[in-house]
């Protein structure tokens, strides 16, 4: 296992901005990281798996974590059918690569808000191939083809990133390639004892409401003692892989 690996397998809690569906996992999205194995078996996490006229399709689920696009991010996800949730709901009908039809009967919906206004949001998407639950701090989206798709919270960071040029999941993109629409009922779509219309979930962190002071020792810079900045050397990945790589086996 080299220094690449070990960054990769490093858990990743930023708050999950934008979804779609691919025929082709290698042809994810620029920027999105693709559900290509399951969670619990490390098998393929195909989500149609079938086969039509003996040519084998599959559909894997793809997610952005782009904090620069978007004001938006992700407090839902749901397996429901179109009109079985409000319009709320962003419902991905066709594949992002291929504008085919993303699923056989359901379909993958997800729900954004403004970033200002939750604490927390969905910060990873996992399929079961096996479990007949989700793991321990997963909730469960529904089940296509006897896959469990489930996801977790996180909080999000009160950090106001600076916005960049890109759309934004909460325009509900009319390009086939994106394969969005939004549903048309009110009713609320309940998966076991989760709410997915209508809910709310409150967060509080252990730092809210205490005020951000400088010392006063800093205030006058004049009397500080002198110093010196130190250099900053920037090194690229390359140079980060030749100084710090470590083989892990050893």
Known sequence: MDLQ????ALPDDQVITKICIV?????????FQVVSRTFDQDTDADLWKDRIFGKRITRYICFSKDQYS???????IAIAGEKDLSSEWTVLFYT????QKAMKKKNL??????RESVQVAV????????SKKPPFGFILAGEVNSLLICYKYGPISPTKYPRGVGP???QHIASGNWGVSTGQSQQPYIQGQHTLY??????????????????PKYGDVSRLPPFIIPEITLKTEEHLQAQYNYSFQQ
């Not at 978007?70 to 839902?76: K, L, R, W």
């Not at 992002?96 to 504008?99: L, Q, V």
Request: charge should be negative.
């Open 198 to 215: 209508g809910s709310s979930i409150t967060h509080s962190a252990m730092l809210d409401g205490i005020p951000f002071t400088v010392n």
């Open 123 to 130: 910060t990873d998407i996992i399929v079961l191939s096996k």
């Open 23 to 31: 025929e082709d996992p290698s042809k994810c999205p620029p920027g």
């Open 168 to 170: 934004s999941n909460g």
């Open 109 to 114: 919906c997800y729900k954004v808000v403004r």
């Open 70 to 76: 978007s004001d938006e991010v992700v407090e839902s």
């Open 96 to 99: 992002w690569d291929t504008e």
């Open 5 to 8: 690996s070990v960054f990769k």
